[in-house]
């Protein structure tokens, strides 16, 4: 294991550090040097010489080993994807539907969790179920996990599809309940992980999840356009592809032989081509977090968050996101009850380079394990009282 300790507000690692308080690894993440060195090294071999005497495929079979460990999965159950919302599509496209199906969600679901199921109403007359959000006792946005349960128990609810962290209340759902529930009463349970991978424990054994998605340029630290897909082995064979291109079958490189027998593992799901750079990008952010280890990274990243929250709290901001046990996530959204939420956003970026995002007219901070404390404090310092 690596000491989390060298990372910490280290510019050599982290050079965003130099010129900017950066809180939205929620949104994109900056590029660490690690990463950046990574598409360097591609670009100057592809430069000097091409494909020829590189590593890079046997680097990316690596990446999908790495993947696998990080979310508790086997290897041959990735499969690697542009983004999130390819992931999501290849299972609302891939499944055979019946009409009058329903697929649950929440009402606050980031679009790339919305639109798939959309599409697959209007193709097969399914019904979308969307379970708003509440405020609870403590004021904090939340979805409450009874009510998907109520959904999903409707017989002719054949999926469920939810945020592991809802984007713009940091609310993390409870995985393990929702997935137990669907496994035991043949529901399938598919899941958005970009708000978690990287920064969350992730176990798609333990939640008993079948499907899974999650782009790298969040949390994972990598570069946009790469990412992962899981499909649980069981359910691979009965998911068909979304798109259809040389690399889904058995024998891709054998050029001249064209035999239509689509690959048995998660390799189905791959049309074409990588995003080479990418996925080499993403191997360097990942070998990075794996080092570390997700653990330590969660602890640290709590430890922001609560820093934060106590500061927010009395600055007499309304902080959204729930931080109880099993809830709390790297995104804090909170308002202000006097100030334009859209002016404070743009005035800590022009004024002062410091980096939040606003989602739903919320204030939205997203620390990674690299900021420090004192970034902490001087956003805390830089917001405007009431």
Known sequence: MTDIASYVGSIEHFPVLKDWTFFNHAGVSPMPRFV??????HAGESEKRAYLATTWYADIEQLRQTAAKLIHAQSDEIAFVKNTSEG????AKGLEWQWGDRIVTTAVEYPANIYPWMEVVRDHGAKLIMVPEEIDDNGHRVVPVEKILKEADDPRTRIVSISHVEYASG?????????NFCRENNKLFCVDAIQTIGVLPVNVQQMK????????????LGPEGAGIFYCRRELIERTRPLMIGWMNVVNPHEYGNIDYI?????????CGTYNVPGLLGLKAALDVLAAIGIDAIANRVKALGDRLVEGLLLKDYQVLSP???????????????????????????????????????????????????????????????H
């Open 36 to 41: 950046a060195d990574a598409l360097r090294k």
């Open 88 to 91: 999501l599509s290849i299972v």
């Open 171 to 179: 609310q993390r759902h409870s995985l393990e309940r929702i997935g």
């Open 209 to 220: 999840i079948d499907f899974l998605s999650a782009d790298g340029h969040k949390w994972m």
């Open 262 to 270: 689509l690959k048995s593992d998660a390799g189905r799901f791959e």
């Open 323 to 385: 931080r109880a046990l099993g809830q709390w996530s790297g995104g804090i959204c909170f308002t202000s009850k006097t100030h334009d939420q859209e002016q404070i956003v743009r005035r800590l970026r022009r004024d002062h380079q410091v980096e939040i995002a606003l989602r739903e007219n919320r204030l939205r901070a997203s620390p990674h394990f690299y900021n420090t404390e004192l970034q902490v404090d001087r956003l805390l310092a830089l917001l405007p009282g």
